[in-house]
């Protein structure tokens, strides 16, 4: 199949997921165009039947908010017609899946080229609820010719604030190379992160409110007074000076680590002892995935998407949403039994090679785009 691919480049769940299923698809044979305003950040150079077409967004004196969807809309129709796609697969419903539909009508012959939309969270739980947007997102994933969500909880959420009852959202869950995302006996860059006698506790996010960062620093600053330990913090988001500022009060600041957004968090991952994701809503949690594959337990919290990914108890503790001590104490109780700690580990990577394997995923999506 000739597959378009519109998505995020940045860092981010729905843009990893995106350029990791085109590049798998592309393995399989088929030819994957990339439609991004910038190069998605998990894609190499040169991939065999990849290819990259970039949104140009041109900015004008007129313009103080250039129309990005306009020149999204346009680069879909260019390539859609110039390379004779079959469908569009876009990832993240605002303006994405709105685009895709324009650009189909905007062929001569509209009906040829089909329009898969992937809801991956705050389209719908967020950004899509608001009244600037709520409208024409309802229209473009009613008007798709095929609905995706990475979680049941999103399309519970999808069908309640839409409040599209004929939507048919099929539920095809994200997936984690685990051949690459695995654990490292080595642990090769530790030493670089912190001393050989602490351990590790990691977040990684692009720090945005919806991560609660302060809940990740408070969480760390109390595990750190029962167990020798460093916060080593991924990522990048208008978060990051709370977060920079509580580290200090709580007088942990010699011990927490921003390392910015990074493109190999599969080498760091490897090097943690525990993952951290206080989140206050989480469609999936991609991250926490990839976490699990690198055998590292989990501490989260209970909110929807999260706990179709983490197995309370079994790889990691999902505790309410704020529940600050709850989690420090979870963290605590893992970190101090090497035994739970390795059980947890192996049984978060063997939920990442069972429910959420490339091979199991990938099928999924071929299926549907057969069946479209
Ligand atoms: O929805 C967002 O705000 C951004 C999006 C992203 O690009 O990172 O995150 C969502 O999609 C990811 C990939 O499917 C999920 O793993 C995240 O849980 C989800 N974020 C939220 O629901 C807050």
Redesign the pocket.
């Known amino acids: 199949m000739k597959i378009g691919i519109a998505c995020?480049p940045?860092?981010?769940?729905?843009?990893?997921?995106a350029t990791e299923l085109g590049m798998r698809l592309a393995q399989r044979g088929h030819e994957v165009h990339f439609v991004s305003y910038a190069h998605p950040f998990r894609l190499p150079r040169f991939l065999r039947n990849t290819y990259f077409h970039e949104i140009e967004v041109t900015r004008y004196p007129l313009f103080e908010y250039p129309p990005y969807s306009l020149a999204a809309t346009v680069a879909m129709h260019e390539v859609a017609t110039q390379r004779h796609l079959d469908l569009f697969h876009v990832?993240?419903a605002v303006p994405h899946a709105t685009s895709a539909l324009l650009a189909k009508q905007m062929l001569e012959e509209p009906s040829e080229l089909k329009v898969v939309t992937?809801l991956?969270?705050?389209?719908i739980?967020?950004?899509g609820q608001d009244p600037s947007y709520r409208s024409i997102v309802k229209f473009s994933i009613e008007r798709s010719d095929a609905l995706t969500a990475?979680?049941e909880y999103?399309k519970r959420e999808t069908l309640a604030r839409f409040g599209c009852a004929g939507c048919n959202v099929r539920v095809i869950p994200?997936f984690v190379d685990t051949d690459l995302f695995r654990h490292d006996t080595d642990k090769r860059n530790r030493g670089a992160l912190a001393e050989p006698e602490e351990k590790i506790l990691m977040h990684i996010s692009?720090f945005?409110p919806?991560?609660r960062i302060e809940d990740v620093v408070r969480v760390a600053a109390r595990t750190m007074d029962k167990v020798a330990a460093r916060l080593v913090l991924v990522g990048d988001g208008p978060d990051r000076p709370i977060a920079e500022e509580r580290a200090r009060n709580l007088g942990i600041g010699d011990r927490v680590l921003f390392l910015g957004k990074q493109e190999q968090v599969a080498e760091l991952l490897a090097c943690a002892d525990l993952f951290l994701l206080p989140?206050?809503?989480?469609?999936?949690?991609?991250?926490a995935?990839e976490a699990m594959s690198c055998e590292v337990p989990v501490v989260g919290t209970r909110n929807?998407?999260?706990e179709e990914v983490v197995e309370d108890g079994v790889c990691g503790r999902l505790l309410p949403v704020g529940a600050v001590d709850a989690m420090s104490d979870a963290a605590t109780q893992i970190l101090a039994d090497s035994e739970l700690h390795r059980k947890m580990g192996r049984a978060g990577r063997a939920i990442a090679e069972e429910k959420f394997s490339v091979e199991r995923i990938v099928a999924m999506y071929e299926r549907l785009y057969g069946e479209v």
């Open positions: 995020y940045t860092y981010g769940g729905s843009g990893a997921v990832h993240y992937t991956h969270g705050t389209d739980t967020l950004v990475v979680s999103l994200n692009n945005r919806v991560k989140s206050e809503s989480e469609s999936f949690g991609l991250s995935l929807g998407g999260l």
